[in-house]
């Protein structure tokens, strides 16, 4: 097969914030066979330049949707048929939501290890990240603590210098001892958290 240099412009829905471009580029990016990617947040579209003879289109239209985002020209299920699958669904949270004045006692003064969320109801990659949060929220529930803080109605992300969501931080006799940003990796998590 011939090798074929396309440039495609991919425009996305659901792009809610500049820091979703560093985290689009690093995953279409993986992929064997893109050579370049750029983000533009004022258009929301990603144009990706690849080799077709060595990656497709469906590859990274699908390392996109991976992460949580969605593409204009695609169609997807209706929010009606998504409202019902929530509500047919397990939950599977589990972990709290914790607020600016209960940190220091949750946190600071916990006796275990600690790992807060930082995220946003209306960001993709959070929505996406809050499964495997909870996984390793199962896996460490004898040896650590695992809470959520919506950037949205706290300030505790500002004195941490958070800059980007998702973003997990690990806290141990009340020191932060880790920091994982743009989607962050379970295993590191877990690792850190001594699971």
């Not at 004195?159 to 743009?182: M, N, Q, W, Y």
Request: some cysteine; overall charge positive.
């Amino acid at each position: 097969m011939a090798s074929t240099r396309i440039v495609k412009m991919i425009p996305l829905t659901r792009m809610d914030c500049p820091t979703c471009i560093p985290l689009l580029e690093r995953e279409v990016t993986e992929l064997d066979g893109v050579e370049a990617v750029q983000g533009n947040y004022m258009n929301k579209t990603l144009k990706v330049t690849y080799d077709s003879a060595r990656v497709q289109l469906d590859a990274i239209e699908a390392a996109i949707e991976r992460i949580g985002y969605r593409i204009a020209y695609k169609k997807y299920p209706s929010v009606l048929s998504r409202l019902r699958e929530l509500l047919t669904s397990e939950k599977t949270v589990k972990f709290a939501t914790l607020n600016d004045a209960d940190f220091a006692a949750k946190v600071l003064d916990a006796p275990r290890p600690v790992a807060i969320l930082f995220s946003s109801p209306t960001c993709p990659t959070c929505r996406v990240f809050k499964k495997q949060f909870s996984e390793i929220a199962e896996k460490t529930q004898d040896k650590a603590d695992l809470y959520e803080m919506d950037i949205g109605t706290t300030q505790t992300w500002r004195k941490h210098e958070v800059l980007s969501i998702p973003t997990v931080l690990v806290f141990k006799e009340g020191k932060l001892s880790e920091r994982f940003d743009a989607l962050p990796r379970g295993e590191d998590i877990a690792r850190a958290l001594g699971a």
